[in-house]
């Protein structure tokens, strides 16, 4: 079936420094999503990507739609304390796919 | 707008009893989606509804789960029996779009549900 891997699981970064992460499948996406989720909280969606190659950004985070279609990558620049939190990538084709997400832990 | 609204926040319910969670989504969108969220197996699409209408069910994971959509201002998901497996955090989440992505899926806070 259709599964997604992200990359890396989780990551402690110093305060300030850029994140990186990214999404992949064996699988063709026709859209990619990424959402942030809070502890006690609900997914909420950062950016969404609609055609293979696409370079979108929302304020600090630019994301990028694979040119295989098959994956996706985020990044963060200059992270903050308020950055903390789980980073999940979906995948749509005939209907929705989630990664297992990346933890990602600032220290300040 | 108050955003998606779910209830209850938390339910703990013993083993073969009835569970119903309940959802209403943001006035105005015309797609409701119910997630189910684990450590194990991630964030999980159940099913969605357009116009009050099931338009995918194929992640719901077996016949002691069932949701329905009478009107479009509520959703509800029922499992019967409940059983501890069935322990995760259920989030509802509503669009407003012609597309089924769309840059408003808005998700609710989540029901998480313990089934001793």
């Known amino acids: 079936g259709q599964q997604l891997n992200q990359s890396p699981q989780s990551m402690f970064i110093q305060e300030g420094e850029d994140v990186s992460m990214n999404c992949t499948s064996s699988s063709i996406f026709n859209t990619w999503l990424w959402y942030k989720q809070d502890p006690g909280e609900g997914p909420v969606l950062l950016i969404a990507l609609y055609k293979a190659g696409e370079l979108t950004s929302n304020g600090r985070l630019t994301a990028q739609f694979g040119i295989t279609r098959k994956d996706s990558f985020l990044n963060i620049s200059a992270s903050i304390p308020s950055d903390v939190g789980i980073y999940f990538c979906?995948?749509?084709?005939?209907?929705?796919?989630f990664g297992p997400g990346t933890r990602l832990s600032v220290l300040p | 707008d108050a955003g998606v609204i779910q209830s209850p926040r938390h339910e703990v319910t013993e083993m073969g009893q009835e569970v119903t969670l309940r959802c209403k989504p943001i006035?105005?969108?015309?797609?409701l989606f119910w997630y189910r969220q684990t450590m194990m197996r991630g964030l999980e699409l159940l099913i969605y509804?357009?116009?009050?209408?099931?338009?995918?069910d194929s992640g719901m994971p077996e016949d002691r789960f069932s949701a329905k959509m009478p009107n479009a201002s509520f959703s509800t998901l029922k499992i019967q029996p409940s059983e501890p497996r069935d322990s995760a955090v259920y989030f509802c989440?509503?669009?407003?779009?012609?597309?089924?992505?769309?840059?408003?899926?808005?998700f609710g806070p989540g029901t998480r549900l313990t089934v001793l």
């Open positions: 979906a995948g749509l084709r005939q209907n929705f796919v």
């Open positions: 006035s105005g969108h015309d797609y």
């Open positions: 509804f357009n116009n009050n209408v099931p338009i995918d």
């Open positions: 989440a509503s669009s407003s779009l012609a597309g089924v992505i769309t840059d408003t899926q808005y």
